[in-house]
């Protein structure tokens, strides 16, 4: 059996004899899923890379299965990304200063406040399909007021950086509802 890496996401990984034998015979049994990661692992991919092709970007169920079943095998480790000099330490920081340049929250109307409302349920549900996400549109329901709906825009704009339709268009999402938020 394959090393399992500390870091199933940072590692990336490569087919392995075995992994190459599975995919011309499917003599394993591997699950859909699995089967479907194996097929995209090419030594150049991460776990992080190979986490948008799963559901909800879970991922490590898949890749424990691919390594203990020496499917695959981890041959490095991903590099993080190199960040701008101007970008600060902390994740949720680029969302608290995009926050800071709107109006005050009490200035927004019932209005506004439902137009933001439905814009980033909408968007939740275009992006990922009804009956997905499913505590991030509770929360965004459950806000009775602009501040505790930018509360909520932290994780609503993390939500949709998870998935590559939602992270390319967050900058257009973003300035919509800030227009309204």
Same mark, same amino acid.
């Given at each position: 059996?394959?090393?399992?890496?500390?870091?199933? +996401?940072?590692?990336?990984? &490569?087919? /392995? &004899?075995?992994?190459?034998?599975?995919?011309?015979?499917?003599? $394993?049994? $591997?699950?859909? =899923?699995?089967?479907?990661?194996?097929?995209?692992?090419?030594? *150049?991919?991460?776990?992080?890379?190979?986490? +948008?092709?799963?559901?909800?970007?879970?991922?490590?169920?898949?890749? +424990?299965?691919?390594?203990?079943?020496?499917?695959?095998?981890?041959?490095?480790?991903?590099?993080?990304?190199?960040?701008?000099? /101007?970008?600060?330490? *902390?994740?949720?920081?680029?969302?608290?200063?995009?926050?800071?340049?709107?109006?005050?929250?009490?200035?927004?109307?019932?209005?506004?406040?439902?137009?933001? #409302?439905?814009?980033? /349920?909408? /968007?939740?549900?275009?992006?990922?399909?009804?009956?997905?996400?499913?505590?991030?549109?509770?929360?965004?329901?459950?806000? *009775?007021?602009?501040?505790? =709906? #930018?509360?909520?825009?932290?994780?609503?704009?993390? &939500?949709?950086? +998870?998935?590559?339709?939602? *992270?390319?268009? =967050?900058?257009?999402? #973003?300035?919509?509802?800030?227009?309204?938020?």
């Amino acid at each position: 059996m394959a090393d399992v890496p500390s870091n199933l +996401t940072a590692a990336i990984y &490569a087919k /392995t &004899a075995q992994g190459q034998q599975e995919i011309q015979s499917r003599s $394993l049994g $591997l699950t859909p =899923l699995a089967r479907r990661i194996l097929v995209l692992v090419d030594g *150049k991919r991460s776990g992080q890379d190979l986490s +948008t092709f799963a559901p909800g970007g879970e991922i490590s169920a898949q890749l +424990t299965e691919l390594l203990s079943r020496d499917c695959i095998e981890a041959v490095g480790v991903a590099q993080p990304a190199a960040s701008p000099a /101007t970008a600060p330490a *902390k994740p949720h920081a680029p969302d608290e200063i995009d926050l800071s340049g709107l109006p005050p929250a009490e200035s927004r109307s019932a209005k506004e406040l439902d137009m933001a #409302r439905n814009f980033m /349920t909408n /968007t939740v549900n275009n992006i990922f399909g009804h009956h997905n996400r499913i505590s991030l549109l509770e929360a965004i329901h459950g806000c *009775k007021s602009s501040s505790e =709906l #930018r509360h909520v825009y932290v994780a609503w704009a993390q &939500a949709l950086e +998870t998935n590559a339709t939602g *992270k390319k268009r =967050l900058p257009e999402l #973003r300035e919509k509802l800030f227009a309204v938020l």
